[in-house]
């Protein structure tokens, strides 16, 4: 079976994928000739995932964090300053094979583009490398110098706030496609998000949001107000949250990894789904809330836990993805797109949610 994601989910049987110079050219029935042929052998092909929402680049090792939250301890975000410490403390080249090895990792699973983030480094030299080094492997890296206010501007959240619109986004904007703001309880409030929001679409970027993450808060109406491509995580999504989002081009990614790391209820998918919400799901492959490279796990758990169909949490993964970074050369299989695409040693999608933790990726291909 192949996935094109035309028209729905584009299931066909029996089909041939012609790819030329990295590009579909067209959808034939098996059996068509080319100078290479990769016989997939009844298995189930389809679109590469793409990860919108990933923190790739940093150093350091929260797993103590991790057991002790399992053990009863509760997330917050001041975890991130403890990777910031790490962070700032290494060097290029650390970073550059840190990073390599986890988009190695995530290419295994059968991610073929993904966004990076910075938001490590919190400081004006420690961003620019996070973000130069993002771009290195994506060109959907996104300034995140608004993670947390970083532990030397404790008190002083508003003269961190226009470091980030000043300096800090001056270094970051010419290696960046997008800004994000992490508008939340114990990081920013609104005023300080919209802030960094606004700075950042004068300087070019297009806009991301990290919101209602661990309680309700305004990071959804927010996002939508300011035009953002995607509002991340939508834990706890009010009536109005879901109305907004459904009158808007604003996405809604779900994080189901990071729910499951942090012991958060999950989100209702279904709820926003049927209100006419884009939704995407994304891994949040960070070392506090979702140390994880599976989307394959992102969908188990979207499917099991938030009321999704297999066939919306796969869409989700892949072209939802796609339109939370605004970009339609990815996340299908349709003439045109970029020849991404994943060989799964099933017969059929289903599997991902059937086998959950079975390593199903048998073959991913880049262009
Ligand atoms: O998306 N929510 C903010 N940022 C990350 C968490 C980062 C961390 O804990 O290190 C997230 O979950």
Not at 101 to 120: C, F, M, P, V, W
Request: charged share 25%.
């Amino acid at each position: 079976m192949l996935v094109t994601n035309d028209d729905e989910l584009g299931e066909v049987r029996d089909a041939a994928l012609v790819i030329e110079d990295g590009v579909v050219v067209a959808v034939e029935r098996a059996g068509a000739q080319g100078d290479e042929r990769i016989d997939a052998g009844g298995r189930c092909v389809i679109p590469g995932f793409v990860d919108s929402h990933t923190h790739l680049v940093f150093a350091g090792d929260r797993s103590e964090e991790f057991a002790a939250r399992m053990a009863g301890a509760p997330y917050g975000a001041g975890g991130i300053r403890v990777t910031t410490e790490a962070t700032r403390a290494a060097s290029d080249d650390e970073l550059m094979r840190l990073t390599r090895a986890r988009r190695e990792e995530a290419r295994r699973a059968g991610i073929t583009h993904l966004e990076i983030k910075s938001g490590y480094g919190l400081d004006v030299e420690t961003e620019r490398r996070l973000c130069e080094v993002a771009g290195q492997f994506t060109d959907d890296v996104t300034f995140l110098g608004a993670h947390v206010v970083p532990a030397e501007y404790e008190g002083c959240a508003d003269d961190y706030v226009e470091l980030v619109c000043g300096e800090m986004l001056a270094a970051c904007a010419p290696r960046s496609r997008w800004i994000d703001v992490f508008c939340e309880e114990g990081a920013f409030d609104a005023d300080q998000s919209a802030a960094v929001l606004h700075a950042g679409a004068i300087a070019g970027l297009g806009l991301r949001v990290h919101g209602n993450q661990l309680g309700d808060g305004p990071g959804v109406q927010l996002a939508v107000e300011m035009g953002a491509a995607s509002v991340d995580h939508c834990t706890y999504l009010s009536d109005a949250d879901i109305e907004a989002l459904a009158g808007s081009d604003t996405v809604a990614t779900f994080l189901p990894a990071t729910d499951f790391s942090t012991r958060q209820p999950y989100p209702d998918a279904r709820r926003a789904i049927d209100a006419g919400v884009e939704v995407a799901i994304a891994t949040n492959c960070n070392p506090g809330s979702s140390y994880t490279t599976s989307m394959a796990f992102c969908i188990a758990l979207a499917v099991r836990d938030m009321r999704m169909t297999a066939q919306e949490a796969l869409r989700a993964a892949t072209l939802g993805g796609a339109r939370a970074l605004r970009r339609d050369d990815v996340g299908h299989l349709a003439p045109g797109a970029r020849a991404d695409a994943v060989i799964l040693d099933a017969p059929s999608y289903t599997h991902l949610v059937y086998r959950p933790g079975v390593p199903l990726v048998a073959q991913t291909i880049t262009g």
